[in-house]
């Protein structure tokens, strides 16, 4: 696991990681940072890369984990009201 100051800009903004986090229960910034760390490693990766097919292909998988860490956050939230 990376340290929080290792984050880059656009992985904060993927995972929502900014004012609120430290108001939000443990359980969601424990998934967030989780998310936080898949999705730094794909964009340092994406970064570095020369091929347009393979950044592609990182840039999609990284959609996609945002995607699942803003489902995965709304569920940790039904489950807490529910």
């Known amino acids: 696991m990376i340290d929080r100051t290792q984050i880059a800009e656009e992985t904060k903004i993927l995972v929502s990681y900014g004012e609120r986090f430290s ?3 443990e359980e969601v910034q ?4 989780s998310y936080a760390n898949m999705i730094n490693e794909l964009v340092v990766k994406r970064n570095e890369l020369k091929r347009w097919e393979a950044s592609r292909n990182l840039q999609i998988a990284i959609s996609s984990l945002e995607d699942s860490c803003m489902r995965c956050v709304k569920a940790i939230y039904i489950m807490h009201v529910t």
Do not use: D, G, S, Y
Request: no cysteine; glycine share 0%; aromatic share 0%.
């Open 23 to 25: 108001n939000e229960p």
């Open 30 to 33: 424990k998934k967030r940072i």
